[in-house]
Structure formats: C-alpha cells, structure tokens
Nanobody, 120 residues
Framework: QVQLVESGGGLVQAGGSLRLSCAAS????????MGWYRQAPGKQRELVATISSGGRANYADSVKDRFSISRDNAKNTAYLQMNSLKPEDTAVYYC??????????????WGQGTLVTVSS
C-alpha cells in the first residue's frame, strides 16, 4: 500500500513562513508529477503548485513569487516553502502524486492534508 504523509502545517502570523513536506512511502516504482492543493472553509479545492519529476514547477497566480515547490526524488518527498503568508492562505493543504506501483500500474494518491492557519 502506498501513501502520502504531509507535515509542517500550523499557525503563523501574516508575513511569516512555513515549510510543508510530503513524503511518499510504500511499494513505489516511480513518481511523476507531485503537487500541492488547498481547500479553504466553504471553498473548492484549488491548485497551489505542481512539480514534474524533472523539476519543472507551475504555480497558481495567487502564490507566485511567494511560494516555492521543490522535491527530493531520492527521498520521494516534495516540499512547499511558503513565504509572506497572508490570512487568505489559510486552508487545509493537500499533497497529490502520480505514481507507478507494481506491476507497472498508474495510481493517483492524495495525502490526508495539513492545516495552515495565518492570523492577521
């Protein structure tokens, strides 16, 4: 069984920073794109950032120049560095990854989410 586990969420003041981690574990043959999504109360889940296996990153306009996504392929882990946080960044942040599992089956996996709260 494969899973994604997020960590690093918490309470921070506006203007502060947090770093989220997303670690994949289990019987994994490979990981393609990894991404971060968020869902604020009463709103739909939205894309925050994605990163390809080769390191190409894509960001939502609302976080561009403030957030940075990266990954360590040797550790099957993705990161989201969040700077200059704003109250509107408050949400549950979810990690998603496209994986290949035995016997060469494609699987999309979501983590359980980590709460980020930004106070004004």
């Amino acid at each position: 069984q494969v899973q994604l586990v997020e960590s690093g969420g918490g309470l921070v003041q506006a203007g502060g920073s947090l770093r989220l981690s997303c670690a994949a574990s289990g019987s994994i043959l490979g990981i393609n794109d990894m991404g971060w999504y968020r869902q604020a109360p009463g709103k739909q889940r939205e894309l925050v950032a994605t990163i390809s296996s080769g390191g190409r990153a894509n960001y939502a306009d609302s976080v561009k120049d403030r957030f940075s996504i990266s990954r360590d392929n040797a550790k099957n882990t993705a990161y989201l560095q969040m700077n200059s946080l704003k109250p509107e960044d408050t949400a549950v942040y979810y990690c998603k990854a496209g994986m290949q599992i035995p016997p060469y089956r494609d699987l999309e996996v979501w983590g359980q989410g980590t709460l980020v709260t930004v106070s004004s």
